[in-house]
C-alpha cells in the first residue's frame, strides 16, 4: 500500500497503549477491523520521556504481518541513526520529526536511498511554515495534535489551523494527524484537510473497533468529497 494516493483517507492505528506483550496479536485485529496500516510509535527516552521499542521488534513483527504498511513514527533525537536498521527490519514509512535533526534533507536523503517512504512531523509548538521547504522532498506530513510522548492524550485542537493552511496549499498533500484522534475528534481533523489518520486509544478501547474505524473513514471521505465539489 502506497500511501500518497492523491489525498485519500487512509486511518492507521496506533498501537501504544495496546497489550505489547501480544503485539503481533494485536496489530493483527486491528488490521482485520478495516485498518489501513500500522503506526508504529518508537520512543527513546531523549526527544520524548517514554521509552518502547526499536527495530528488533519491528523485525519480527514483519514476517507476522505480510503485506502490511508500516509507518515508523521516530520520535527520537539523531533520527538518522536509525534509518538502515529500520529498512533492514521490513519498515515502509520513517516518518521523524523536524525538531529532532539540524539536518532534515540529509534524513530524507537517507530514507529514501534506504527505499522506505518518508514522513515529516512537527509538534504542537512548532510552526507549520518551517516544513515548507521539505513539502516535495516528503510523501507525508505530521501534524502532532499532542505533545509526542504518551498515548490518551487530550486532542489539541489549536494544532488544527496548521492542518488547513497545508490542505488550503497542497490539495494532494498526505497530511496526517496524530494525538487524541477517534470518532468524537475525527471530524475537526477532516473539516481542517487531515486524511491520513492515526487513532490510538480510542480505538484500542473501543467495543466495536470495526466500526469506529469504518465512522472515521466515512467522516475523512465526506471531507474530502465535500472539498472536490468546493473547487
Ligand atoms: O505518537 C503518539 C504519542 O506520542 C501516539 O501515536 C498517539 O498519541 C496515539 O495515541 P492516542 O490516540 O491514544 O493519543
Same mark, same amino acid.
Given at each position: ?114 527505499? =522506505?517512504? @518518508?514522513?515529516? !512531523? ?6 507549520? %511554515?518551517?516544513? +515548507? #521547504? ?9 501534524? =502532532?495534535? @499532542?505533545?509526542? !510522548? ?6 489539541? %485542537?489549536?494544532? +488544527? #489551523? ?70
Amino acid at each position: 500500500m502506497a500511501l500518497s494516493n492523491g489525498c485519500s483517507c487512509r486511518i492507521g492505528p496506533s498501537i501504544l497503549n495496546a497489550d505489547l506483550s501480544d503485539l503481533a496479536s494485536e496489530c493483527k485485529r486491528l488490521m482485520d477491523c478495516g485498518s489501513d496500516y500500522l503506526h508504529l510509535d518508537v520512543m527513546d527516552g531523549h526527544f520524548v520521556p517514554n521509552l518502547t521499542f526499536g527495530h528488533p521488534v519491528v523485525k519480527c513483527l514483519r514476517p507476522k504481518l505480510p503485506g502490511v504498511f508500516m509507518e515508523m513514527h521516530m520520535m527520537v533525537e539523531k533520527p538518522e541513526t536509525w534509518v538502515e536498521h529500520m529498512a533492514d527490519a521490513g519498515a515502509d514509512m520513517y516518518t521523524f520529526h523536524y525538531e529532532a535533526t539540524p539536518h532534515p534533507e540529509r534524513c530524507i536523503r537517507k530514507i529514501k536511498e534506504a527505499g =522506505m517512504k @518518508v514522513g515529516l !512531523g512537527i509538534n504542537p509548538p512548532t510552526d507549520v %511554515s518551517v516544513v +515548507l #521547504p521539505y513539502i516535495d522532498m516528503v510523501d507525508l506530513i505530521l501534524v =502532532m495534535t @499532542v505533545n509526542p !510522548g504518551f498515548g490518551g492524550q487530550a486532542f489539541i %485542537s489549536e494544532c +488544527l #489551523p496548521k492542518v488547513q493552511f497545508l490542505r488550503d496549499r497542497y490539495r494532494n498533500l498526505d497530511i496526517e494527524v496524530d494525538g487524541g484522534v477517534g470518532p468524537s475528534t475525527i471530524q475537526q481533523c477532516a473539516d481542517n484537510g487531515a486524511n491520513v489518520i492515526v487513532s490510538g486509544s480510542a480505538l484500542i478501547r473501543h467495543n466495536n473497533p470495526r466500526e469506529a474505524i469504518q465512522f472515521m473513514r466515512n467522516t475523512v471521505d465526506e471531507a474530502i468529497q465535500r472539498s472536490h465539489l468546493e473547487r
